[in-house]
């Protein structure tokens, strides 16, 4: 076969920035993997409150939803390695001093929150930058496989990070696992120094401009990426629920400790690195939704069996079905919002569309805190409910075909008065 049209996952590594590009994103997610558990257990075991706990989770994910629109219009203007290094170098030094105030005892909830608060404002940067360059660097014959490995990353860091931050809590303390983290973000940040990125030319008015037009896009004129934003952001407030309950149900009904919580996440992680590895040799193209629908549609009830269990076989058991299902669902929405953005809109849509999806975790989170004060069964019952409905509304607001041409001209006609002319092509060449 002429290597022009190899398929292999060997082939994502000829590409020469691929590699690099690849172990940043692993360590960074690894980080935020770990953070997102350290700060709940962190919480639990100073302030002995799920609220505050819900609360801390909320304040490190939403206030960087809110500034999506601007971070993807920044991506699109000013290049996305120099901004991805910024978001990491952010994110470590918010860690260090809420470490380094908690072992001088001056670490309050009202010294904690805007730590964590102000930490959250770049995460676009780096979350949307790695996702909107992955296109951009390889040639869209290989898109299935390198979000089968870019699903397979959120995996294996889903399963890494918690264990790691439950063990090293059990074994060390909070504030340990939270300097480890801190420590993966710079490694992720010298791993994309002085990586070479595809010139793109996105955005040539103002930056709130700019930003206001990828909100456009993703919220008007993409009906792919508004299903999608209501779909997974369903999902992802039955996962911010989780996130917290989780913890509560370990402690409360199997009595567990934090080694236990982790490891249980940890299954989840595998068993959604398990599917992805295999679904990502398939091609996903026509059957989205049906990957998206199915996936979501198993992990709710997967999800539902959490809410009345004492048992840690059945919590195991659970994470793992959870975890396995997620892996097809991954794979559908990656490439889906690749086959259905137009290329010069990358930055901008990407940062808004991921924004969007990513927005049901902090809210979420921010509601488990009185759902588990009413009853942690109800609590679980309701994150399952968040994710049946989200299978169920699946095939009403996601569109059946591509639409790509519809939607691309859309983008097209917006981009008519703009002086700079915009190439679709852009990625492949870029992509070499």
Known sequence: MPSAKRTTYPDLFRIATFPRLASSVVLA????????????????????????????VFLAIAPG??????????????GRVRLIILDYAVGALSLFLIAGLDAAGRLTPAVLLPIVTVGALTYSLSNSGARSLLPLIVPNRLW?????????????????????????????????ALLTAALCFIAAALAMVGLAEPLTRGGSRSVLAD?????????????????LAIVVGL??????????????????????????????????????????????????????RLMLGLGTLIGGLAMAA?????SVIVVAAGMA????????????????????TDPAWYGRA??????????????????????????????????AAFLLLAAGLTPLLIPKTAGYKIEGESARQSRRDRPVEESPSSAEQGAG
């Open 29 to 56: 997610r690894t980080a935020n993997a770990m953070m997102q558990l350290a700060l709940v257990l962190f919480v639990l075991q100073r302030f002995h409150s799920p609220t505050l706990a819900g609360l801390t």
């Open 65 to 78: 939803i809110a500034v999506s629109p601007i971070a993807g219009a920044l991506l699109d203007r000013h």
């Open 144 to 176: 299935d496989r390198a979000n089968a490995l870019d699903s397979m990353a959120y995996a294996v860091t889903g399963a890494a990070g918690p264990a790691l931050a439950g063990g090293l809590t059990a074994w060390y303390g909070s504030r340990v």
């Open 211 to 227: 930003a206001r037009e990828g909100l456009l896009y993703v919220v008007v004129r993409n009906a792919s990426l508004r299903g």
């Open 235 to 288: 999902v992802n407030v039955g996962f911010g629920i989780l996130i917290v309950a989780l913890p509560v149900l370990i402690f409360g009904r199997v009595h567990g400790d934090a080694a236990q919580v982790g490891e249980v996440w940890a299954l989840l992680g595998l068993g959604s690195a398990l599917s992805v590895f295999y679904f990502g040799r398939l091609s996903s193209e026509g059957r989205e």
């Open 306 to 310: 959490l809410a009345g269990t004492g």
């Open 321 to 340: 079905i959870i975890g396995l299902a997620n892996g097809p669902a991954d794979i559908a929405l990656f490439s889906m919002r690749q086959r259905r």
């Open 350 to 383: 990407f940062a808004v569309s991921m924004s969007l999806n990513f927005a049901g975790t902090p809210l979420g989170s921010a509601i488990s805190g009185p759902l588990i004060h009413l009853g942690l069964t109800l609590a679980i019952g309701v994150a």
